[in-house]
């Protein structure tokens, strides 16, 4: 149905800046919500942030203020901008498809990841 391509990552110093994007084929990107996760090493992946259809977005607290997740439906693109990039920012980082009905609910097509590392 989808599929989702991560670009954007590396290796960052602690204060820095990286712009994350999301590249997908298909039809159905327009009427998804659509997701960013993150996992590091030896963690239960977590959402980072969320935004629907319409442009509700939603973050993690602990990246409430410093990351901005936004989407171009012409070009089939999510994006994550982060700022102020902590060490504890450090994961592997995937987009996802889903729906958001009262919370947000992931659908099983997920990208292939992109690392992050964030040095102190």
């Known amino acids: 149905q989808v599929q989702l391509v991560e670009s954007g990552g590396g290796l960052v110093p602690a204060g820095g800046s990286l712009r994350l994007s999301c590249l997908a084929s298909?039809?159905?990107?327009?009427?998804?919500?659509m997701a960013w996760y993150r996992q590091g090493p030896g963690k239960q992946r977590e959402l980072v942030a969320f935004?629907?259809?319409?442009?509700?977005?939603n973050y993690a607290d602990s990246v409430k203020g410093r990351f901005t997740i936004s989407r171009d439906n012409t070009q089939k693109t999510l994006y994550l901008q982060m700022s102020s990039l902590k060490p504890e920012d450090t994961a592997v980082y995937y987009c996802?498809?889903?729906?958001?009905?009262?919370?947000?609910?992931?659908?099983?097509?997920w990208g292939q990841g992109t690392q992050v590392t964030v040095s102190s």
């Open positions: 996802n498809s889903g729906i958001y009905y009262r919370q947000y609910t992931p659908s099983d097509y």
């Open positions: 298909g039809t159905s990107f327009s009427r998804d919500a």
């Open positions: 935004i629907s259809t319409r442009g509700l977005t």
